[in-house]
């Protein structure tokens, strides 16, 4: 039986339209139950839409705490019990409470090559300190920001006189092939979360799978 999972966004949406292409064609066995949104005007929602996916949206700023919009959205999620919980530009910060209730089900994807640049700018961050490598990673989401056991890197080389606005185009590139595979990696079970570790194939990954793009 396929894989149950929830895609959350805040923006755009490519990400998700990869994972939605990706299942189309027969080449990711997910079972796409539910697109959900934090921001009604998230482009995502129109390519759940389109693509006949329910959608879900709340605003998080009719609660008064984290932990109480996290149960929301947990709320709406656990009407189909899902097996992975995959954060495609979700811009928010998870409660401990969320993390906890699915925990080793989040999927995240951060446009670095953690460790290094958590949090944001990364693009800006990496020519700024004149790095010859940039790029993606998946990884576990634990209560640690951008801190979880990685799964699958994507990297390439930064040219010389890139702006931070054609990285983040490249960079993209690479994370809608990264992400659909990584999650195909966790819906069949070869990856898996275990005790704040990532297992790949059986074995401890304490370092990710990483592909080199051009
Ligand atoms: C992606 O590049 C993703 O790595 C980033 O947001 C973008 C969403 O794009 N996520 C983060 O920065 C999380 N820390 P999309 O809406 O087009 O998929």
């Given at each position: 039986?396929?894989?149950?999972?929830a895609?959350l966004i805040?923006?755009?949406?490519?990400n998700?339209?990869?994972?939605?292409?990706?299942?189309a064609?027969?080449?990711?066995?997910l079972?796409?139950?539910?697109?959900?949104?934090?921001?009604?005007?998230?482009?995502?929602?129109e390519?759940?839409?389109?693509?006949?996916i329910p959608?879900a949206?709340?605003e998080?700023?009719?609660?008064?705490d984290?932990?109480?919009?996290?149960?929301?959205?947990a709320?709406?999620?656990?009407e189909?019990?899902?097996?992975l919980i995959?954060?495609?530009?979700?811009?928010?910060?998870?409660?401990?409470?969320f993390v906890?209730?699915?925990?080793g089900?989040?999927?995240?994807?951060?446009p670095?090559l953690?460790?290094?640049?958590?949090?944001?700018?990364?693009?800006r961050?990496?020519?700024?300190a004149?790095?010859k490598?940039?790029?993606?990673?998946v990884?576990?989401?634990?209560?640690?920001?951008?801190?979880?056991?990685?799964i699958?890197q994507?990297?390439?080389?930064?040219?010389?006189?890139e702006t931070?606005?054609?990285?983040?185009?490249?960079v993209?590139?690479v994370?809608?092939?990264?992400?659909?595979?990584?999650?195909?990696?966790?819906?069949s079970?070869?990856?898996?979360y275990r005790?704040?570790?990532?297992?790949?194939?059986?074995q401890?990954?304490?370092?990710?799978i990483v592909?080199?793009?051009d």
């Open positions: 039986m396929a894989c149950r999972a895609i805040s923006g755009s949406g490519t998700l339209q990869a994972f939605i292409d990706r299942v064609a027969g080449a990711l066995d079972d796409l139950r539910l697109v959900f949104s934090n921001r009604p005007a998230a482009f995502g929602l390519r759940a839409r389109q693509a006949g959608t949206c709340i998080h700023g009719e609660f008064e984290r932990e109480s919009f996290d149960r929301a959205v709320d709406v999620l656990d189909f019990d899902p097996d995959v954060l495609a530009g979700f811009m928010r910060i998870l409660s401990p409470w906890g209730h699915y925990e089900k989040i999927l995240n994807i951060h670095a953690l460790p290094k640049y958590p949090g944001l700018n990364t693009h961050r990496v020519l700024e004149g790095d490598w940039h790029g993606s990673t990884h576990f989401v634990t209560e640690e920001l951008d801190g979880g056991p990685r699958l994507g990297r390439l080389r930064v040219c010389d006189g931070a606005e054609q990285l983040q185009h490249r993209q590139a994370e809608h092939r990264i992400y659909p595979e990584a999650a195909g990696l966790v819906a079970g070869r990856a898996v005790d704040g570790e990532a297992l790949i194939d059986g401890p990954a304490s370092d990710p592909q080199t793009f």
